[in-house]
């Protein structure tokens, strides 16, 4: 601590200088915060301003800046000193923007500012510049788990960027599902017609690429390490085993389709005559092979009439079959029609749909089906039965609300769907597994604490953010693609392995730099932990959303830190607080916390701690300063990583320090969650929940401490939830314990 | 006109679809209707069909030849166009429901005494006799379609109107002695004539018999 | 010369004693005072209507417009046809689609028309009198000769079907066309922008055949009008005028309403307002009379 050097920069600009006496906040930086330099700037941000403060570090030594001016939202470049450990007093949106421009809330105004530059003076102090994870690994080859659509664009495209890739496929060619289709939908224009799914020529491309080496009838038999120095142990065909190193890892494993035996009321498993989709393209792959018309299995006679049964065992509210909708199959059933309208018009071809989903240009595929003379019928089919040399199929009409029949039908495919090739399900009790009949293989084999394979969110799919990230999961460096991470067609495919190759190259990069992945990428700050104080209670283990972290023998935490997202929940779980980043600690926001000016109990003015995600409740904040949308003056917020790294301490710390209420605003949770860190939102309202106890200890209220979920479009929701929460506090009275601490 | 539908029932056998698509105006657009609906929630009489346009359509494909041609839903068709602007497939509707209806009463299929009907072969008629409507011709034509008591019976009931329409000068019994008309009145029949022949022609029908020869 | 010369065709409702002769009549005065010259196509004959389907084939109707078509060409070369008539309009405009789109249906058409001596030649316009104004002229134009403004008529401004689908006028939406509205602020008379049944069917010609349905939608249309505190309803369409205006005293003596709402043309909206008498404006053509247009025929205006 010798060598610090503080300074704190008060910016006059933006109506900060009219609204707020910057004099006396100046005041407040020397002797209350202890700076050792204090500067007032008319216009901070400007090329002088910036100036100022880079000669003084370069110049003067200082270490550590607060600049008290605009959120630490705004004027990232501007402010951005690489030397020097920066914090941030939010003056403009947090204060001048928030408030009304009147004689009377000039004093609460005040107050706020001078609080919040109080608090910037305190996180200063216990904050060190990050210097990087030492731990890194500079591994840049890509491993490619599949060898299907998604897995051979994957390892083209990152070839094609310039990175090595090793591809490891299960079965002993290469190509997938999408190499035994017989066409595939059209990409292009005018979308009329099936075309050729172009599979030979991919993998023609992926075996002629010198980037890329493949193993066939290979599987992963140990994946060690984290990003940048992934040890990966691969056996082979022959029994053997190769070990390769990795930097990252897309897994496109693919799906399985259905089985149809587990339909036999629509005939499936009892009539060879009912197949599913991927049978039918074997039998038009194998009669254009031979130049022959798709006929009948069971008995080789020629097919006139065809019915394509939609969603079978797919959408289905029974819980026996698959819940959801796999995007691929109507548009494969209307492709499935036009081979046989495309050979023969006269073949009757009825697709009997629920919603028929044909996206994006689907629609013009569909279409072109209808001039082809395929009959679409809205219908929900309850029986196929075996009738003479074909089948009978029975339905509901749902336009004419009658039951109807199709007698004669000489084949029925089942539009059935995909089940996703994810390996093992780490949240299943190994009791559980157990009683399995059929064991679960993992895939990808990590030699991770937390368990074998990725994480999946709902219905065996890979955890991914549909919108905010997807090819993202839980395990930093290991991307998923294709229909392992949803279900989809092969156009979707292609350009969901493009982008999960994308980011695993750049993760790669980030931990060869020892910085952080998505979403705080760049970060240069990671995870440190005293050992000597630590309990091995493993509740950082067990919680880190991203399995980062490992046991040791002597079951101590090993923190991976390449594989770590930065988002602190390991040290919001720690009872003995015995972890911490260099600039974000239990003590940079416990010393912010204790910053704050809490007037007496006489006073009429409460304070109110806001303890903010910075991913969407903060910047929602802001952006309600910035449409001007006032909130009360007796929050104090304090922007957090994720709610996931908010320690109980802070809860103690601000109940004892005289506040007479907390709120926490972090990301929904849930299989529809928000959190930019999957489990952190979640976590923390688990570990919450048992705040009541300590309330009840203090003698406390329950409703002295509360949460919201807030997403960042509630910019006029968060300032409305301030002030009820203001409200309900002036209503319920100040905190007893003002004074006492 | 019985025969006509014997020979289409066994040329086209099951499939009515087909038949519609080659027989019925605007009728190879059936295929395009995507279901949606839209065309029954526009409809002005729609709570009156039996069937809506889109209920007609799934019928078309279901093979219903009989259901849809013996219906008087398309004959509550106003001619609005609502359902025409709205349907995303962009398909004419209000055409392929006047189609529908024609080719029933081609057939003879089409309801017996169906209003619709009957007034359309009067208004024809009349307009075709001399080339322009005689709306009071045309209306009494209208009252007195089911006979001579209902006619006077419906006149009577009308007659304030009838009055109020002659004190406007909107309507003038002289009609019934000097019509409007075309001069050229016999061209323009021998026109009308020609086109039944050559529509009868394309559609592999037997002329129909028409007062077309003055 | 007139400024604007045009092809007139005036459809059969519009013929003296027909039900829509006051229409003729004020489109006369109207056109008079837009230095708008029509003249009759010679021997126009009836274009079918949307209702003639049984009776007739899709080639007849065809013949039946293409024939008015020929002979405007032959006696009218160059000049627009104007139909006055919403279903005489939707009718020409549909043949016009048909016969671009089939070059059988075309040759087809001829080879009957021929029967008359006539040929119909691709590249006729027909348009309706609202598109002349609106376009052609332009509202601007359409102000200038306001003598008596409308002042205090509350008009609804009721545009139907045919004049605005499929076709309507170019630029409006199906759903809320806004020409009628603003040919009535035009004139000064105050439109009803929230009309709700501003594009509702009448029934049609179906009022003939199935009177019971029509009238459920006329008294729906008049009984708007009257929520809206209109003065007169206001229509471009002839059968619309005739429907909604002729069966309010049957609606009346069915349900013991006592609806008596006038139902005028947009050309005699701008006729009264141009200055034109009760006669030139057509006003003494009404069931239901539209006494406060009347009382501004009747007003005399100080030069």
């Known amino acids: ?741 | 006109m019985g025969d006509l539908n014997t020979q289409m029932l066994d040329k086209y056998r099951n499939n009515f679809l087909r038949e519609v698509e080659e027989k019925v105006d605007d009728g190879d657009w059936v295929k395009m209707c995507m279901q949606c609906g839209v065309c029954a929630g526009s409809c002005t009489f729609g709570p009156d069909w039996e069937h809506t346009p889109q209920k007609i359509f799934m019928m078309i494909r279901a093979g219903k030849r009989e259901e849809v041609l013996t219906s008087h839903s398309m004959w509550l068709c106003t001619s609005c166009y609502n359902c025409m602007v709205r349907c995303p497939r962009k398909l004419p509707i209000t055409h392929i429901m006047h189609g529908l209806a024609s080719y029933a009463h081609r057939l003879g299929l089409a309801p017996k005494n169906q209003p619709t009907r009957d007034f359309s072969m009067i208004f024809w008629e009349n307009c075709t006799k001399t080339g322009r409507v005689n709306e009071l011709k045309m209306t009494i034509s209208v009252y007195f379609r089911e006979g001579f008591v209902s006619g006077i019976k419906k006149m009577w009931t009308l007659r304030n109107i009838g009055r109020g329409l002659f004190f406007a000068k909107r309507l003038n019994p002289l009609e019934l002695f000097v019509s409007h008309g075309c001069k050229d009145k016999d061209g323009l029949r021998r026109a009308l004539k020609k086109a039944d022949e050559i529509e009868a022609r394309r559609r592999g029908y037997a002329v129909q018999p028409r007062g077309y020869s003055s | 010369m007139a400024k604007r010369e045009y092809a007139f065709y005036p459809g059969c409702s519009s013929q003296l004693r027909g039900s829509a002769a006051n229409y003729l009549v004020s489109v006369e005065s109207m056109c008079e005072k837009l230095d708008v010259k029509m003249t009759q196509i010679p021997d126009w004959n009836c274009c079918g209507a949307s209702i003639s389907y049984a009776g007739s084939s899709e080639l007849a109707r065809h013949v039946l417009s293409a024939r008015n078509f020929a002979l405007s060409d032959k006696h009218l070369p160059g000049q627009d046809i104007v139909a006055t008539c919403a279903a005489c309009w939707l009718g020409g405009r549909e043949t016009i689609e048909k016969l671009d789109a089939s070059s059988q249906l075309l040759a087809d058409t001829n080879e009957a028309l021929k029967e008359a001596g006539l040929q119909y030649k691709p590249g006729t316009e027909i348009r309706h009198m609202v598109e002349v104004l609106v376009e052609d002229l332009g509202y601007e134009e359409l102000g200038k000769p306001v003598v008596k403004p409308l002042d205090g008529v509350k008009v609804a401004g009721y545009v139907g079907c045919q004049t605005n689908r499929p076709f309507g006028i170019a630029g409006e939406s199906f759903e809320n066309p806004m020409y009628l509205d603003k040919l009535i602020d035009t004139v000064g008379g105050e439109s009803i922008a929230k009309y709700e049944e501003k594009v509702s069917c009448c029934g049609g010609s179906l009022a003939f055949c199935e009177p019971e349905k029509a009238e459920k939608q006329i008294k729906n249309i008049v009984e708007s009008a009257y929520d809206h505190g209109a003065d007169v309803i206001c229509t471009p369409c002839p059968l619309c005028q005739a429907n909604v205006e002729v069966y309010q005293s049957e609606i009346n003596r069915k349900q013991g309403t006592k609806l008596n709402m006038p139902v005028v043309y947009y050309s005699q909206l701008l006729s009264v307002a141009y200055g034109g008498t009760l006669k030139e404006a057509g006003l003494d053509g009404h069931i239901i009379q539209p006494k406060k247009l009347q009382d501004i025929a009747v007003k005399v205006v100080k030069k």
């Open chain 1, 1 to 741: 601590m010798a060598d610090m050097k503080t300074a704190a920069y008060i910016c006059k600009g933006c109506g900060i200088g009219e609204r707020v006496d910057t004099a006396q906040m100046a005041k407040i930086a020397t002797k209350e915060g202890k700076m050792h330099l204090v500067r007032e700037h008319d216009f901070l941000c400007s090329a002088a301003g910036v100036q100022l403060i880079r000669d003084d570090i370069d110049k003067e030594g200082v270490t550590h800046a607060v600049i008290a001016a605009c959120s630490r939202r705004a004027k990232t470049e501007a402010f951005y000193f690489p030397s020097a450990a920066v914090a941030r007093a939010n003056i403009r949106e947090g204060v001048i923007w928030a408030r009304p421009d009147t004689a009377e809330a000039r004093e609460t105004t005040q107050e706020m500012a001078d609080d919040y530059l109080r608090m910037g003076c305190g996180e200063l102090k216990k904050m060190k510049l990050p210097g990087g994870n030492p731990d890194t690994g500079h591994a840049k080859r890509l491993l490619v788990v599949g060898g299907g659509v998604s897995g051979l664009t994957a390892a083209l495209e990152a070839s094609k960027t310039g990175y090595q890739v090793v591809l490891v496929e299960k079965s002993g060619s290469l190509g997938g599902w999408a190499a035994t289709l017989h066409k595939r939908m059209p990409v292009r224009e005018p979308y009329a017609d099936p075309q050729d799914s172009g599979m030979n020529e991919l993998i023609a491309a992926v075996k002629g690429d010198r980037n890329i080496k493949v193993h066939t009838n290979a599987v992963i038999a140990k994946t060690d390490g984290a990003p940048g120095r992934f040890k990966v142990d691969i056996s082979v065909e022959s029994g053997s085993s190769v070990t390769e190193e990795v930097g990252a890892i897309v897994q496109a494993t693919g799906f399985t389709t259905y089985d149809i035996a587990k339909l036999p009321e629509l005939g499936g498993g009892k009539s060879a005559n009912v197949i599913d989709q991927a049978t039918l393209e074997r039998l038009a792959a194998d009669g254009a092979a031979k130049g022959q018309p798709i006929r009948r299995p069971g008995d080789g006679g020629e097919v006139n009439t065809v019915v394509f049964v939609q969603c079978a065992g797919q959408r289905d509210e029974s819980g026996k079959h698959l819940a959801y909708c796999s995007g691929f199959c109507c548009g494969a059933s209307v492709k499935q029609a036009m081979y046989f309208k495309d050979a023969n018009p006269a073949i009757n071809t009825v697709v009997i749909y629920d919603d028929l989903r044909m996206p994006g240009n689907g629609e013009d595929f569909y279409r072109s089906a209808q001039r082809k003379g395929v009959i679409f019928t809205k219908g929900k089919v309850t029986s196929v039965e075996a009738q003479g040399q074909g089948c009978e199929v029975k339905f509901r009409d749902l336009i004419l609300d009658e039951d109807a029949t199709i007698a004669g039908a000489d084949l029925v495919v089942l539009a059935t769907g995909q089940v996703p090739n994810s390996g093992v399900n780490i949240d299943i009790p190994e009791e559980e597994v157990a009683k399995m009949e059929v064991k679960p293989v993992s895939i990808l084999n990590l030699t991770y604490r937390q368990g074998k394979d990725l994480p999946q969110l709902t219905q065996g799919f890979t955890d991914s953010h549909f919108i905010c990230f997807p090819y993202e999961t839980r395990r930093t460096g290991i991307y998923s693609a294709g229909p392992v991470r949803r279900p989809m067609d092969v156009a979707q495919a292609t350009e969901d392995a493009a982008g999960a190759t994308l980011k695993a190259i750049q993760a790669m990069e980030n931990a060869g730099l020892g910085r952080a992945a998505h979403p705080r990428s760049g970060d240069l700050s990671y995870p440190i932990v005293q050992l000597d104080g630590c309990t091995q209670c493993k509740r950082c283990t067990v919680e880190c959303p991203f399995g980062a972290i490992d046991e040791d023998e002597k079951r101590y935490p090993v923190f991976n830190e390449s594989r770590c997202r930065r988002c602190g929940t390991c040290m919001g779980a720690c009872p003995v607080r015995v972890i911490s980043f260099e600039n974000y600690s239990c003590d940079t926001v416990g010393a912010q916390i204790k910053a704050v000016d809490v007037p007496d109990e006489f006073s009429e003015k409460p304070r109110i701690l806001v303890l903010a995600c910075e991913n969407d409740a903060y910047p929602a904040i802001d952006m309600a300063g910035m449409q001007k949308n006032c909130y009360s003056a007796f929050v104090r917020v304090i922007p957090v990583r994720c709610l996931g790294s908010v320690n109980t301490i802070w809860i103690t710390d601000a109940l004892n320090a005289g506040y007479d209420g907390i709120m926490m605003l972090g990301c929904k949770h849930g299989d529809d969650y928000q959190c930019h860190f999957v489990k952190g939102s979640e976590l923390a309202s688990v570990r919450m929940s048992k705040v009541d106890d300590t309330l009840k200890q203090l003698s406390l209220e329950a409703e002295r401490v509360i949460s919201h979920e807030v997403a960042i479009t509630d910019i006029a929701r968060v300032p409305q939830l301030i002030n009820d929460y203001a409200a309900k506090i002036n209503e319920i009275g100040m905190s007893p314990l003002k004074g006492f601490a």
